[in-house]
């Protein structure tokens, strides 16, 4: 939505990252924000709005109540948050690992096997050689790791 | 992102935070495993572990853990049967994070046997782990985006 971009402002985002922290223990949350000269008409404000709560929330919140105060050019929304939620994932794609595993594995019996961006990083009898050689070679991070059956 | 539902006295609630993939790989050796992306506490590597409501803990080889061993809780020595035997070790409270491709990771509070019996992958077990929350698994007979993990608290 081109108008989300309106409200990447830092009251905007500061206010995203306070619901990531809060979410946990709280089930409500409520949203002011005021409304800009960059906002053409309340539709596209609200369109927006709502636009950046569903992304926020990854369109798991519900919406309770939203208020207009035009006079005062206010929106007010409140909506209950999911009881938990972790760190937002980062980009990620597993399957191509996953397609990786499916089609060589077996050709590792018995190994430990470190697999990332569905290329094979290493193998080994060993899980801690392994490791070890990946984290001296920088490639630690973000490998999965795996043991192939006998 | 496809959230499931619930029902619930407020009507229908998405109880689904993230998903991800799975795999399956039914031609290595004589299990069918349903294998899914975590982390253990802080560390670098994921693992690719073997869901099974089955097992009664989660079960993770010593060694994995070697390097974290001082941010392990000891709870007690415990054991468990399974179909290669009797597996002994030590119960203890970690973190166990579900790592979502859409939506969000899912820290758990999780209780798992480390033992230098096992020497497969990680397992994720019922007590400790699964019954503290909500999965649903499907599997993309009809659907384009193919095996999908959803996962979600139950607080």
């Known amino acids: ?150 | 992102m496809g959230n499931l539902l619930i029902n619930s006295d407020n009507g229908h609630e998405n109880w689904s935070t993230g998903l991800a993939p799975f795999v399956e790989t039914e031609n290595l050796g004589h299990r069918i495993i349903v294998g899914v992306r975590c982390r253990i506490n802080d560390m670098e590597e994921d693992e690719i572990a073997l869901l099974d409501t089955g097992s009664t803990y989660t079960v993770i080889n010593r060694e994995l853990v070697r390097d974290i061993e001082n941010q392990l809780i000891q709870v007690r020595e415990d054991q468990i049967n399974t179909c290669e035997g009797t597996i002994a070790g030590t119960l203890v409270e970690l973190g166990i994070t579900l790592l979502a491709e859409e939506g969000d990771d899912l820290p758990v509070d999780a209780l798992a046997l480390i033992t230098e019996d096992w020497h497969g992958p990680v397992v994720l077990g019922y007590r400790g782990f699964l019954e503290k929350i909500r999965i649903a698994l499907d599997p993309g007979v009809t659907l384009a985006d193919g095996q999908l993990f959803y996962f979600g608290s139950c607080e």
Do not use: H
């Open chain 1, 1 to 150: 939505m081109a108008l989300q971009s309106a409200f990447s402002d830092y009251r905007w985002l500061r206010q995203r990252d306070y619901l990531t922290e809060i979410a946990k223990p709280a089930r409500e949350q409520t949203f002011v924000q005021e409304r800009t000269e960059e906002d053409k008409s309340l539709e596209q404000f609200v369109e927006a709005l709502w636009g950046t709560a569903y992304s926020i929330t990854k369109g798991l919140a519900s919406c309770l109540r939203w208020e207009s105060r035009p006079e005062k050019d206010v929106i007010v929304m409140e909506f209950q948050a999911p009881a938990r939620l972790g760190a937002p994932a980062r980009k990620r794609s597993f399957q191509a690992d996953f397609e990786w595993i499916r089609k060589n594995a077996s050709q590792y019996r018995g190994d430990w096997i470190a697999v990332k961006e569905g290329k094979l990083l290493g193998n080994d009898r060993s899980r801690r050689a392994l490791r070890s050689r990946l984290k001296e070679a920088g490639l630690l991070k973000g490998a999965a790791f795996f043991k192939v059956e006998e």
